[in-house]
């Protein structure tokens, strides 16, 4: 239990702290709506990665096991890329300016539509979230839906916050930004590792 519950917060820490066009919609609603309107916001990969999320299982499902392990270890190699790249920024003193383009969504939809049109939930649901809930189901469906929880509180506790703060306050200090994007760097080096190692683990033993 424990397991799944650092892969479902670790995994959703790392994503919301990165910058991107869901954070930039946050931004944009804040500044025009104020961040008491733009809560509601923080709940939209509840609807937007429903479609995405059984698309990617009902595949996965179909897939022979070593496949699936095969893809569990593309994803670990895929946040070791993300980590590389949120690192390299850190050490540049640079921040990543988050994408946005044309003007900010004014519903809960639209948001949800800005995450659904985001690649990073498909490449999230395909190499690292798909594999390891259906690891998860296999030893049992409460491990699955602990690992779906803890991912999806963690990931809207995470964005409510950071609409907050972008409210209240100056948004965040420059080294604060820089900050998080450090431990967003760790995190997805620890669970890149993790994925590499575990899924190579179980791909050797059926060898």
């Not at 999320?53 to 569990?72: G, K, T």
């Not at 609409?163 to 209240?168: F, K, R």
Request: cysteine-free; overall charge neutral.
């Amino acid at each position: 239990m424990l397991r799944y519950l650092l892969i479902g917060t670790g995994y959703a820490l790392s994503a919301g702290l990165q910058p991107g066009p869901l954070q930039a919609f946050f931004l944009a609603k804040v500044t025009e709506y104020g961040w008491r309107r733009t809560l509601p916001a923080a709940f939209a990969p509840l609807i937007s990665d429903g479609p995405i999320a059984l698309i990617a299982l009902l595949i996965l499902s179909y897939l022979p096991d070593f496949f699936r392990d095969l893809l569990q270890i593309a994803g670990g190699f895929l946040l070791l890329t993300f980590a590389w790249s949120s690192f390299r920024s850190w050490k540049k003193d640079q921040l990543p300016e988050p994408e946005s383009s044309g003007s900010p969504p004014k519903t809960l939809l639209q948001a949800a539509l800005v995450n659904l049109l985001n690649p990073n939930p498909y490449l999230g649901w395909s190499l690292v979230m798909g594999p390891a809930v259906l690891s998860a189901y296999a030893e049992g469906f409460h491990y699955a839906l602990f690992l779906l929880l803890s991912f999806y509180i963690t990931m809207i506790s995470i964005s409510l916050i950071l609409i907050t703060l972008m409210g209240t306050t100056a948004f965040l200090e420059p080294q604060t930004q820089r900050t998080l994007i450090l431990v967003s760097a760790i995190l997805l080096t620890g669970l890149g590792v993790y994925f590499i190692t575990s899924a190579g683990w179980q791909l050797a033993g059926k060898l």
